[in-house]
């Protein structure tokens, strides 16, 4: 049964920081393509950063380019999003989602997902 629980939500002041983890389980995690949507209230799932299955490429939205960083161990099963510069236009819910094939990043049609993380960003 495959698992991805995401952790590292909360309450942060507009320009402060906060570190997303997604642990996955019963998946090989370093055959799958990783990547961090949210959704805020009333609004689409939008996509916000991927990472391929090294590592060695990763793309993100242009409203968090230069902000966020996505990244990955795959010895921990583990993938990451660090988010910097804080706006209160980040308020979401976080989710991470995973996919065997080569997917289009932005796509939602992502294998698994996992429950999400509420992020706050208060102005």
């Known amino acids: 049964q495959v698992q991805l629980v995401e952790s590292g939500g909360g309450l942060v002041q507009a320009g402060g920081s906060l570190r997303l983890s997604c642990e996955a389980s019963g998946l090989i995690f370093s055959t799958y393509t990783m990547a961090w949507f949210r959704q805020a209230p009333g609004k689409e799932r939008e996509f916000v950063g991927g990472i391929r299955r090294s590592g060695g490429t990763t793309r993100y939205a242009d409203s968090v380019k230069g902000r966020f960083t996505i990244s990955r161990d795959n010895a921990k099963n583990t993938v990451y999003l660090q988010m910097n510069s804080l706006k209160s236009e980040d308020t979401a819910v976080y989710y991470c989602?995973?996919?065997?094939?080569?997917?289009?990043?932005?796509?939602?049609?992502?294998?698994?997902w996992g429950q999400g993380t509420q992020v706050t960003v208060s102005s």
């Open positions: 989602a995973a996919d065997q094939s080569w997917v289009v990043f932005s796509t939602t049609q992502y294998d698994y």
